[in-house]
């Protein structure tokens, strides 16, 4: 069990966050000039950039009176200023201004290891001996100037397990999301799960079947047999990228196009999550009419297809864990059980976490079950 820092108020970790990790606090875009605040695993983190562009994590609430401050203002001199009574942090968390007396020292913020890579701000929640930079999963694609990316985030009224078991199990894009990205094929697509290290690969081939009406779209009206495949890559505790597309049936999937998408799923608490998204395409590279399509598609699968379903399991489950509900287990969940298998592993040291495969868009492996 991590320790707690100096300056970090909050009570002891829950058992069911991994706190040696990296989780993705925030898209780069997000913290420019003004203090972002965010919840993660139960504590408050704001973060900031000093003039030189550095990005910093800090906890979030003051020690004075508790005033979140990520309502505050950022001064000259990467200075943070408390919103209530005025108190200036620098950005290495040591309260450097007191405007109705001497600055006191025992006002000093807990300040987090904060990496910002492929557009993403990583925070490590942990203990700062074991901070592994080299954990940090591949997502350079989103960066690649060869891909047309797109991106947003929502919050999910759901344990964050529940959002990779939905992602893990893309069996129920046939049933859930039938009339859009979801068809037939899907619900009858050959399954496969494989570990490499302690990164898990669920992938799903759906050969020689009607595309689904938006990759039938995409895919300029496409209305002969396609192959179909979605292949998730999972590394704990909760990041994902897919790789999913459509080619003529029989054909390779350079004839055909990609969607790679990133499923990033940090915890607020323990019935909330942030569910960092972004879609990358080789496709269309100039088409602005395209990404508001795109998006409309993706926002429609998350968040009137997948978020109202996962929140409705969570209610549905109340203050039980996943194992006191004695799930019923079927073929198409060895994704997901064994992701939830490997987190414990982790969470208990029973495992030691290794770094993933960098990511290989032209790879014809990607493909699955496909020889």
């Known amino acids: ?3 707690p820092r100096a300056g970090d108020t909050r009570p002891q970790e829950h058992a069911t966050f991994l706190r040696n990790a990296w989780y993705a ?16 695993c139960d504590r408050r983190i704001v973060l900031a950039r000093a003039r030189d562009g550095e990005p910093v994590a800090l906890a979030g609430i003051c020690p004075h009176r508790f005033a979140s401050l990520d309502r505050g203002v950022l001064l000259p001199g990467d200075r943070l200023q408390c919103p209530y009574h005025g108190l200036e942090f620098a950005l290495d968390g040591r309260c450097v201004g007191n405007p109705h007396g001497p600055a006191p020292g025992s006002a000093r913020l807990a300040h987090y290891p904060l990496v910002e890579r492929h557009s993403l701000l990583w ?17 350079h694609l989103l960066e690649d ?27 129920h894009v046939g049933y859930l999301h039938k009339g859009g990205i979801g068809s037939d094929a899907i619900k009858d697509g050959r399954h496969e799960v494989h570990q490499a290290g302690t990164t898990l690969h669920s992938n799903r081939w759906c050969p020689d079947g009607a595309a689904a ?58 019935r909330s999550t942030h569910y960092l998204w972004a879609a990358c395409r080789d496709f269309a590279l100039d088409d602005d009419k395209l990404d508001v ?26 203050g039980r864990s996943f194992a ?37 868009p032209t790879s014809e492996t990607v493909r699955g079950l496909k020889a």
């Open 324 to 360: 006191e509900m004695r799930p019923v287990i079927l073929s198409v969940d060895l994704g997901a059980v064994r992701a939830r298998q490997l987190l414990d592993e982790l969470r208990r040291g029973r495992r030691t976490q290794l770094p993933s495969a960098e990511i290989d």
């Open 213 to 270: 009406p938006v990759w039938a779209a995409l895919f300029g009206g496409y209305s002969k047999p396609v192959d179909h495949w979605l292949n998730m890559r999972w590394d704990a505790p909760s990041t994902m990228w897919l790789d999913v597309g459509v080619a003529p049936a029989g054909r390779p999937r350079t004839e055909g196009i990609t969607t790679f998408g990133a499923h990033i799923l940090t915890p607020e608490t323990e």
């Open 1 to 3: 069990m991590a320790r």
């Open 123 to 139: 925070i490590w929640m942990g203990e700062e001996d074991r901070v592994d930079e080299a954990l940090i999963p591949d997502f």
């Open 145 to 171: 100037r060869g891909h047309r990316t797109i991106r947003g985030r929502l919050l999910t009224g759901a344990h964050f397990e529940l959002i990779t078991d939905n992602l893990m199990d893309l069996s």
């Open 25 to 40: 606090a925030a898209w780069s875009e997000e913290v420019q000039d003004k203090p972002f605040g965010v919840t993660i």
């Open 293 to 318: 399509e795109l998006k409309g598609a993706i926002e429609h699968a998350f968040v009137d297809e997948d978020k109202p379903m996962i929140e409705d399991v969570q209610r549905n489950m109340g």
